[in-house]
């Protein structure tokens, strides 16, 4: 069984669904909770990323100092990210179990890939959006983290 599980999260239920996966198949692992938000630096346009790592504190209210700054972090992506951390906590809450909460800024599935090579993850867990019609244009997150990672990969 994996000692660290990093699970990504996003604005969806499924994200939910991905989080509720891991503390029941790995009920004594240490779980990483992972939402990326794109990097809004001044060169994010010509291709360049933040590679910035924030671990938010259980008291979600006093995440204010911890978060990136306002050049890296927009108002609303730190608005939406603290909802996902909030109800993420809340969700850990109801299963009785520890998590760590991290942001990452930049592309989702190189900023998981990252996270879990730097932390040494045993097994990664993400969740798949619904389709759209862009998604036979762009590889899907989960598809993408599975090409780029030696670590196992369980999508929901």
Request: net charge negative; hydrophobic share 40%; charged share 25%.
């Amino acid at each position: 069984m994996g000692r660290h599980v990093l699970v990504a999260i996003g604005r969806t239920d499924a994200s939910e669904s991905a989080l509720e996966y891991a503390f029941e198949e790995y009920p004594e692992a240490r779980i990483s909770v992972v939402h990326v938000t794109v990097s809004s630096g001044p060169f994010r346009l010509f291709g360049g990323r933040d590679p910035c790592d924030y671990v938010i504190p259980e008291a979600i209210g006093e995440s204010a100092d911890l978060l990136p700054a306002p050049d890296r972090f927009t108002q609303a992506q730190r608005q939406r990210a603290e909802r996902v951390l909030a109800r993420a906590y809340e969700f850990a809450q109801r299963y009785d179990r520890e998590v760590d909460l991290v942001v990452r800024s930049g592309g989702a599935a190189r900023e998981i890939v990252d996270y879990a090579d730097e932390h040494g993850v045993d097994r990664i867990v993400v969740a798949d959006h619904p389709s759209t019609a862009f998604r036979p244009l762009f590889r899907s997150v989960p598809e993408s983290v599975a090409h780029n990672t030696t670590t196992p990969v369980t999508t929901l």
